[in-house]
């Protein structure tokens, strides 16, 4: 099984920060990771697959880069709807996989 | 519009089973695959298993395997998910979700029920 280790698992930002958030897998997986958000309560939400493609609709300041072990999910000038929790997710090989989660907190 | 329309919460005892279903509209049923995805209260979440609407194949969690069958019914466009032995630790909001994309091409959750709240509680 590829696993996944998301990091950090909460960070602290203020409004308009940019911030980062890591996933490495376990073994090389192409471009086959997807980021997730969700707000407390809610489903859900693909952000960006394919590791570096944004869903529609989804706003430019989220962004995704990475290739084989290494992703990074970048957000730029954080709004104050952006302050919930995120997932990575590994598609490339059963069983799929998630992130354990990084909670982006307001400082 | 895609829409996958789940079942209503459950409660129920250690050591029964339950079952929830997923009704999907919007799109050609048979076409893309169904995955479960399952959320205990406060933790990440966990990815339970596939089905194939079109072959009926499916694929399950190592962790859950001998305890869960998903299945599918075309004529009315519903998947489920049967899970027994219920545990305390199977206390949970368990959603279905359409893939979108094919293999070799990233494979990625679109499209999510609206989750279904199962309490096991003695």
């Known amino acids: 099984d590829i696993q996944m280790t998301q990091s950090p698992s909460s960070l602290s930002a203020s409004v308009g920060d940019r911030v980062s958030i890591t996933c490495r897998a376990s073994?090389?997986?192409?471009?086959?990771l997807n980021w997730y958000q969700q707000r407390p309560g809610e489903v859900p939400k693909l952000l960006i697959y394919g590791a570096s493609t944004l869903q529609s609709g989804v706003p430019p300041r989220f962004s995704g880069s990475g290739s084989g072990t290494d992703f990074t999910l970048t957000i730029d000038s954080l709004q104050p709807e952006d302050f919930v929790t995120y997932y990575c997710?590994?598609?490339?090989?059963?069983?799929?996989?998630f992130g354990q989660g990084t909670r982006v907190e307001m400082k | 519009q895609v829409q996958l329309v789940q079942s209503g919460g459950e409660v129920k005892k250690p050591g029964a089973s339950v079952k929830v279903s997923c009704r999907a509209s919007?799109?050609?049923?048979?076409?893309?695959?169904i995955n479960w995805v399952r959320q205990a209260p406060g933790q990440g979440l966990e990815w339970m298993g596939w089905i194939s609407p079109y072959s009926h194949n499916t694929g399950y969690a190592q962790k859950v395997q001998d305890r869960v069958t998903m299945t599918t019914d075309t004529a009315t466009s519903t998947v489920s998910m049967e899970l027994r032995s219920l545990t305390y630790d199977d206390t949970a909001v368990y959603y279905c979700?359409?893939?979108?994309?094919?293999?070799?091409?990233?494979?990625?959750?679109?499209?999510w029920g609206q989750g279904t709240l199962v309490t096991v509680s003695s």
């Open positions: 919007g799109y050609i049923f048979t076409t893309y695959d």
């Open positions: 997710q590994q598609t490339y090989s059963m069983p799929w996989t």
């Open positions: 979700v359409r893939v979108t994309g094919d293999y070799p091409a990233p494979q990625y959750f679109q499209h």
């Open positions: 073994q090389s997986m192409s471009n086959h």
